[in-house]
């Protein structure tokens, strides 16, 4: 799989730390909605998340329209450990350092 953007590693990362839909992704991401809604999409579409949506009963008893809650799939975290080690590996105390003589 190639890389994943910065952007929906940090979707994926929401997700993972319990930021379950599109609100709460955002305030946990402080990334806009016009970013996190076509991620979450792309996401679930490439198979790292799943998504259902709660009844509508759940959301009228709050007085809110219905909310889409997105999990991790099993490649999604899979894929979330990939990113964690390749960014890892770009940070400079990841890597040897250089003897300059």
Known sequence: MRGLSLAAVGVLQAVANGYEYGFDVIDATGLPSG???PALGRL????LLRSA???EAAAHAEGRPARRYYRLTAAGRRAL?????RVRALLPSARP????G
């Open 53 to 55: 949506w709660e009844t």
């Open 35 to 37: 970013t996190v809604y």
């Open 81 to 85: 450990a990939e990113e964690r080690e």
């Open 44 to 47: 679930e579409r490439d198979g």
């Open 97 to 100: 350092a250089r003897v300059r």
